[in-house]
C-alpha cells in the first residue's frame, strides 16, 4: 500500500506539504532500490570501484523495509491485473532491464549478488583496508539480523563472514574510530620453517 502513495492521496489525508514530500522522497527511494544495486554492482566491477562508499550505499539498502510477499499475495495482485485488462508481461515489467516491482524475494537475491562481489573484492584484494572489512562485516550482520533472507541464503552470509573473520579477525563496529583501521591491511604470508 506504502508503495502506492501519492502526494494527492497523502494531502485527501490532511497531511502536511513537507511531510507528503518527505514520504513520497522516502517511497520513491524504495522503488529504486533495483536501480541503486545495478549500480553498486557496475561500480564494483570497475578498477577503480571505491569500495567503501559501495558498502555505505549496501548498509543504507539494507536498513531498509523488505517485505517478502506470500505466493498467495502475488497470485492475488497478478488476477486482479488480469481482471481489470491492466495485466502486464514481464517484458513489458522492465524497464531498461530493471524490473519497475520488484519483488522482496528478487530484491534479497539481488543483494546477495551485491554482496558476494564485495566480499569478492575484499577477499581478494591485496591491500584492503580494515575499515572495509569491518562495514562489510556490518553489512553481513545486518542481513542475518532480517527475516527477509531465506535459512540458505543466512548460511551463505554466516560463510562470507566467517571467511573474513578467518583472515582478519572480528574488528569493532566500523563507525568507531580506533587508530590502527587507519591503515591498510597487508596479507602477510606465514614464515615458512626450513625442512
Not at 22 to 44: F, G, N, Q
Not at 157 to 168: E, F, N, P
Amino acid at each position: 500500500e506504502m508503495t502506492e502513495l501519492t502526494e494527492e492521496k497523502l494531502e485527501q489525508l490532511n497531511v502536511t506539504k513537507g511531510a507528503r514530500r518527505k514520504i513520497v522522497a522516502s517511497v520513491l527511494k524504495l522503488l529504486e532500490r533495483p536501480k541503486m544495486l545495478a549500480t553498486i554492482d557496475h561500480e564494483l566491477e570497475s578498477e577503480d570501484c571505491d569500495v567503501k562508499k559501495v558498502l555505505i550505499e549496501l548498509e543504507t539498502l539494507v536498513k531498509s523495509p523488505i517485505k517478502i510477499e506470500e505466493e498467495d499475495d502475488i497470485r492475488r495482485r497478478h488476477d486482479s491485473a488480469r481482471d481489470s485488462g491492466a495485466e502486464v508481461s514481464e517484458d513489458e515489467e522492465q524497464e531498461g532491464g530493471l524490473e519497475i516491482h520488484c519483488s522482496g524475494r528478487k530484491l534479497t537475491e539481488m543483494i546477495l549478488n551485491s554482496l558476494r562481489k564485495a566480499c569478492s573484492l575484499i577477499l581478494l584484494s591485496q591491500n584492503t583496508d580494515t575499515k572495509n572489512v569491518a562495514l562489510l562485516t556490518n553489512v553481513l550482520d545486518l542481513c542475518l539480523s532480517h527475516d527477509c533472507y531465506l535459512p540458505l541464503q543466512k548460511q551463505l552470509l554466516l560463510s562470507w563472514k566467517h571467511k573474513l573473520y578467518s583472515i582478519w579477525g572480528p574488528y569493532p563496529s566500523p563507525h568507531q574510530n580506533i587508530d590502527h583501521k587507519e591503515k591498510p591491511f597487508h596479507l602477510k604470508t606465514p614464515p615458512i620453517a626450513p625442512p
